[in-house]
C-alpha cells in the first residue's frame, strides 16, 4: 500500500468515529492518584475497555523510573500523565511523548494515542509554556502523531485557538505538531 493510501485509510478508519463529541464533554481532574487501585481505575478511563484490558498499565515511582500495574500484550501502555489525564498509547505514540517530554526530535514514526476521558488543558501554541495562553481543554479524543499527523495536517484547522468539538492540530508549527480528533465514546448495543 502506497504512503497516500495509508495516509486515506488511517484519516477514513479515524474520521468514522471523529467529529461528534457528547454535549457534556468530560474531563479528567488534575490528580494523579497515589494508591495503585485508584491510579489503574484512573488510567483504565483512557482508551476502550477491549484496548485497556490488554495493555500494559505503567505507574511513575518517586525516583523516576514506573511501576508495571498491569503487563499487556497488545502494544498499548496506559497511564497518567503527571497533569491526571489518563492516556494509552502504542509504541510509537509512547516514543513521541518521551521526545516531547526530553525535548528531542519526534520520531519519524506514526503513533495513536487514546485520550477517552478527556484532558486537563494544555497552550495550544507550545508544548512546553507555563502560562495559560491560547489554552485548549478537550473532551474524548484521539491522537495521530508523528510523521503521518504532520504530512495529513495541511487539510485540518491549524488556530491557535481552536473549537476542541472539531478536529484540529495541536501545536501547530512545531515539531510537536499533532492531529487532536474529539470522539463519542460508542457503548456496544445490549442483546
Known sequence: MNR?????????????AAFVVPAAAQ?????????????MAKAKTAAPEDIVSKATIIMPQSHGSAKTLQSGSNG???????????ACADANGMEWFKAVETKA??????GFIYMMAGDTGTSNHDPYATDKSHWVQTGPHVMIVGK????????????MDPDPSQAYVM??????????LPVSPVKAPTH
Open 105 to 110: 526530535p519526534p520520531p519519524e514514526k506514526t
Open 4 to 16: 497516500h493510501h495509508t495516509l486515506a485509510w488511517i484519516a477514513f478508519s479515524v474520521s468514522a
Open 148 to 159: 503521518a499527523a504532520r504530512e495529513m495536517a495541511s487539510i485540518y484547522p491549524r488556530p
Open 76 to 86: 498499548f501502555t496506559c497511564m497518567v500523565t503527571s497533569d491526571g489525564t489518563p
Open 27 to 39: 474531563f479528567p481532574t488534575p490528580e494523579v492518584p497515589k494508591s495503585e487501585p485508584e491510579y
Open 171 to 180: 501545536f501547530p508549527g512545531t515539531p510537536y505538531e499533532h492531529l487532536m
